[in-house]
Structures are given as structure tokens and as C-alpha cells.
């Protein structure tokens, strides 16, 4: 097929052989079928932000880590570079997460670079050695759902305990292969430790799968993985080996308002500090222009 323009950097450095096909297109990037080091891979063309339809919402970016405390400010005041700036970090994440969960042993594609906004990446195959399908292009037999629904709930305690939450997993972004689910599509996951909606995303991560596993298995509509999960997390408990129930003992205790409020007001104390400082900084800078 004709090279696409984002492409033909790669071929003429020698990252890429031929251009077999393209795979797919998304909301994200488009993805193309190409040889490159002597085996078929695939390469991930991220769209420019305006774009794309999946918005970097504050709540995914909070507790990514910076360069430098200047690149910091100009993403916080939205400059010209600093939405440069943003836009690449946006564009770093998926590769910084793949390198990481992939060490960590979660089934995610294996990363083989990232060039000019293309992720060149491993071919996830089927049985007979096609692209293999999205979940939601497969029908599944009830112990199929919950065989594959034990080994998706595994791979996110894996992708936790590394340090990540998916923050956008459903049956579009879990391939099927040979040996079973495999976990695509991170450029919004987020840092489980530093951003106060992990729970949240974690949560809607699992019950997503729920949801749709349940199609196959209605039994599985009863299970509460997502709160298990964290609380153990929280707890310091979780591991890759965790031996998970499905069960989760709601507490239904009374909120102690005093002890709110105080949390309340902390928050409130540490974000004052925190924006004393930072105009303490952008004073700095500017007088030392």
C-alpha cells in the first residue's frame, strides 16, 4: 500500500520495512500492519490533539510527573508551549506504560520505540496468526466469559500493583489472542499513588468488564471486584498473586462529620500553600527577566 505521510520518516530511517495494511482507526490514532526487524508489528499513528475525539481531562493528567518545574508552570498556565508541552507528555504516557506494565509482566503489546508520534509496537495474533479480535467482536461460551473474566481481573491487580490504573478498559480495548485477553489503548491510564480519582477509574475499569462478561455469565453481574481490589491495595495487602472473592463488605458505619470537615479544611490549608507557591515561583521567573 501507498506510505502514509506520518510513516515515511520510519521507512527512511530503516524502523520500518513495508507498509502491509492499516488496521485500524480510532478515536486515538490510526494503526497500521507493518514489517519492521524482520517480523510483521504494528504501528501506532497518534492523531494531533484537535484531532482527536478523547479529551486529556485534568482528571487523568493529575499526578503525571514533569520534566522540570518549568515545564510544570507553562502546562498549568495553558501557554503556547505549554500546551506543546501537554500534548507530548499526553503522547508519552501510552509508551511509558507500556515499557512498565510489560516489565511488570502484565499482557499488554511488547513496545518496540516511539518516534515522531509513532508507537511501533508487537503484533497481538489470533490462533491462526490474524490481527486478533477485540473483545466485542467475539461471542463467548458462559466458562469462556468467566475463564477470560478471571484472567482480565488478574491483569488489572497486576497493572496496580505496578503502579497504574487503566482508566479507560472495555471490551474495545482487550484483544483476544491465543493464550487469551491482552490490554491496549494507555495513554490515559493513571498514576494509582498520585491522582485522587484512581479508585474511581479502577472502579469503572472492573465493572466495565463485569458488564460484559456478564453478557455471557450472568452470575458474574454479582461479583465486587473493584472494591476488594482497592481496599486490599490500600491496605498494602495486594499482590500479583492475590486470591481475589468477588465479595466486598460495604461499610455502613456513620460519617464522623467533625472528622470531614477537618479533612476538609486540611485540603483546603494545603491548597493555599500550594498556590502561594506557585505565584512565588512566577514571580521569581519573572524577575529574573
Known amino acids: 500500500m501507498k506510505i502514509p505521510k506520518r510513516l515515511q520518516p520510519l521507512v527512511d530511517d530503516g524502523l520500518i520495512d513495508e507498509v502491509v495494511a492499516q488496521l485500524m482507526s480510532g478515536k486515538e490514532a490510526q494503526v497500521y500492519v507493518v514489517r519492521s526487524g524482520g517480523e510483521l508489528r504494528c504501528a501506532k499513528v497518534f492523531k494531533e490533539a484537535k484531532q482527536r475525539s478523547f479529551k486529556q481531562a485534568v482528571q487523568y493528567q493529575e499526578g503525571r510527573k514533569v520534566r522540570n518545574s518549568r515545564q510544570g508552570r507553562a502546562m498549568a498556565k495553558k501557554s503556547r508551549y505549554g500546551q506543546k508541552e501537554q500534548e507530548q507528555a499526553w503522547l508519552n504516557a501510552e509508551v511509558d506504560a507500556l515499557y512498565r506494565l510489560a516489565s511488570a509482566g502484565v499482557r499488554v503489546p511488547r513496545p518496540h520505540g516511539f518516534v515522531d508520534g509513532v508507537l511501533l509496537m508487537e503484533m497481538i495474533h489470533d490462533a491462526e496468526g490474524y490481527a486478533a479480535p477485540r473483545l466485542d467482536d467475539v461471542t463467548l461460551g458462559a466458562e469462556e466469559a468467566r475463564e477470560h473474566h478471571t484472567r482480565v481481573i488478574g491483569e488489572v491487580v497486576r497493572m496496580l500493583c505496578a503502579g497504574l490504573v487503566h482508566g479507560d478498559l472495555s471490551e474495545f480495548n482487550v484483544l483476544l489472542d491465543a493464550r487469551g485477553p491482552v490490554i491496549i489503548d494507555l495513554p490515559q491510564a493513571v498514576d ?24 455471557f455469565a450472568p452470575e458474574l453481574l454479582e461479583t465486587d471486584y473493584a472494591k476488594e481490589i482497592w481496599a486490599l491495595y490500600e491496605s498494602g495487602e495486594l499482590h500479583p498473586e492475590s486470591r481475589l472473592t468477588g465479595c466486598f463488605a460495604h461499610d455502613t458505619r456513620l460519617v464522623d462529620v467533625d472528622d470531614l470537615l477537618a479533612v476538609i479544611e486540611d485540603a483546603r490549608e494545603e491548597q493555599a500553600e500550594h498556590l502561594a507557591a506557585l505565584a512565588r515561583s512566577e514571580q521569581d521567573d519573572a524577575d529574573e527577566r
Do not use: Q, T
Open 192 to 215: 494509582a499513588a498520585g491522582n485522587n480519582s484512581a479508585a474511581m477509574m479502577l472502579e469503572r475499569d472492573v465493572d466495565n468488564m463485569r458488564a460484559y462478561f456478564g453478557r
